[in-house]
């Protein structure tokens, strides 16, 4: 079964709006992490966003946020003012288990691509 | 240079040959990871290692092995290359918390 839903194959948004990008995931742990990744048409995967699952805050990184929503297993990106150059492939990915154990993995879900209409 | 080298970043090849992607840090991460990426499907994980003497199978570990040499160098090999493992492979290391993931360039596997 998919643990990292990403529902949305493809999004376009005019530039200067703000985009959720959706994230559903399924765990039976209790701690565990969830990341947000850019990968660009050059290929790179770069890295975004981190919330842990005890962190009470939203994790926020410039104009990316994180909207975590413990109940609803979902962890949406959300993007403000979109630029040209968010135009890319996003990932959500999860590490199931503790930071400290050796068995925690990190997996990913199967991706959205994002484009900026100018 | 980058903290995560893959080697090397395009490789064609011939159905039934064994081939190793090499994947190196100078991070001093523990963790290091193995993804293949194919479109549609996002990153799938291959093989995980918290540490030297742990290795770890991922979701599609079938067809591929690996070894943990050294801290720093975790390789991928195909012991018998076949088509359907075309696609782009990543390395990547995290430090104990695994609260961000570093990720090589990408080798770009063709197996023909």
């Known amino acids: 079964a998919q643990k990292i839903t990403q529902t949305q194959p493809g999004m376009f948004v005019q530039e200067k709006e703000a985009v959720t990008l959706d994230c559903t995931y399924d765990?039976?742990?209790?701690?565990?992490?969830l990341f947000w990744y850019k990968q660009p048409s050059s290929g790179e995967m770069i890295f975004l966003i981190y919330q842990g699952s005890y962190d009470e805050q939203n994790a926020t990184e410039g104009r990316y946020s994180l909207n975590f929503q413990k109940a609803r297993k979902s962890a949406n990106l959300v993007i403000s003012a979109s630029q040209l150059g968010d135009s890319a492939m996003y990932f959500c990915?999860?590490?199931?288990?503790?930071?400290?154990?050796?068995?925690?993995?990190?997996?990913f879900g199967s991706g959205t691509r994002l484009s900026i209409r100018p | 240079d980058a903290d995560v080298t893959q080697t090397p970043r395009n490789r064609i090849t011939k159905t039934g040959k064994r081939i190793m992607l090499e994947c190196s840090q100078t991070k001093g991460h523990d963790r290091m990871y193995w993804y293949r990426q194919d479109p549609g499907l996002g990153l799938r994980l291959i093989y995980y290692s918290f540490d030297v003497k742990d290795i770890n199978k991922g979701e599609i570990s079938d067809g591929y092995s690996v070894s943990r040499q050294a801290q720093a160098k975790f390789s991928l090999s195909l012991e018998s290359a076949i088509p359907n493992q075309t696609a782009l492979y990543f390395c990547?290391?995290?430090?104990?918390?695994?609260?961000?993931?570093?990720f090589g360039q990408g080798t770009r596997l063709t197996v023909v």
């Open positions: 990547a290391t995290s430090d104990w918390r695994d609260t961000e993931a570093f």
């Open positions: 765990t039976s742990d209790q701690s565990y992490g």
């Open positions: 990915a999860m590490r199931e288990g503790p930071t400290w154990s050796s068995a925690s993995k990190i997996i």
